[in-house]
């Protein structure tokens, strides 16, 4: 088209993320065959220690499966959600809203709790909600709703749920690498997970960590399914060191290497690192006088950031100019933000201060160039003081 500025090009959505070459390197091993290969399974039981450490969740029986996130969301339901539970779905953003579907696909029936999308839900709200409906069997959570960026309180809920007595399913495709979790201090009962956020690998692996005491409830519901079916995991798997079905070998290497980046850096280091990213991407955002969706910061994850489209601006043709331009690519938003929202991933590698200053410079400059008065060197320099207090 004539107007690339930049001939390196910059993935700086909140997944799919950059994938760094590290990562790359490791998917292009040699090709074994993952059903008969011991050393793969050497290598994808590894990649599952790895996994229950960064979450905390070494008493949890986890899984990685072939499939993109959503599959380890529909299969969370599918395996603890039967036919005519009531389950209360927490429902403030995009992700949040959409389990009421999954939950109705399975004849149960949802109690939407609704809250402010600029804010993260009211655990207040959440217990007066259970107290209300004392038979509903299980909680939905989105920890982190991309989409509006914002974050909500896993150790609060998880405290009410474990009070009531209600499974707690949660997403945490969008926080898992950070954003802490503790999967065993919380007594999260099933937890769901992507390879494709701030784990910088290819999307098509989901991970799904089950409580041990969740067993139970699992065998009762009685999922008749085979992909989704976690129980057909256990027994094969876990009793029988076999895989249900073949794994995607290549995803696997790279999952495994990139938790293994995650181990040398040190799980704390790394969520440091986000809330850092966190402020600087906020600081970028007041000097270039734009809008965060959120709230505050004290409402939004260290993993994203979402702003509210400009006035006159139509956020489809920024993010396409500002790709075309300057190599740099942002994202849109979903549902009823849809041309609201535009929304900058600080995931994973791309929680740093060069992604973030290579970030804002490109936006300031598109906006600039749209015939807003936006200063570059502001973004920087606030990106910059960040990073130095």
Known sequence: MGLRVY????????????VPRRILHAMARDHTNPDLDPSFMEIYNQ??????????GEGSDLYIMVGEAMLGLESAVANTVARGDRVLVVANGVFGEGFSDLVRMYGAEPIVLEGDWRRSIDPSAVERELERNRDVSAITLVHCD????????LEEISKISNSYGATLIVDAVSSVGGVPIEFDRNRIDILIAGSQKALNTPPGLTILAVRRDLWDTIYRVGYRGFYLDLKIWR??????????????????????????????????????????????????????NLEPYPESMEH?????????????VDERDLRKYIWDKYGVMLAGSWGRLEGRVFRIGHMGVQASINHLIITYTALARGLRDLGLNKDPAAAVEAIESAYME
């Open 7 to 18: 001939t390196d090009r910059y993935i700086l959505t909140p997944g799919p993320t950059e």
């Open 47 to 56: 990649t599952r220690e790895m996994f229950k450490k960064l979450i905390g």
């Open 146 to 153: 991309t989409p509006s960026a914002i974050l909500n309180d």
């Open 235 to 288: 027994e094969m798997l876990d009793e029988k060191g076999v895989f249900p079905y073949t794994m995607a070998e290549t995803l696997v290497y790279g999952l495994n290497e990139a938790l293994k980046m995650i181990m040398e850096e040190g799980v704390e280091n790394v969520y440091r690192r986000h809330r850092l990213a966190q402020k600087a991407s906020w600081k970028a955002v007041e000097a270039l």
């Open 300 to 312: 939004s994850s260290p993993t994203v950031t979402a702003i509210t489209t400009p006035k006159g």
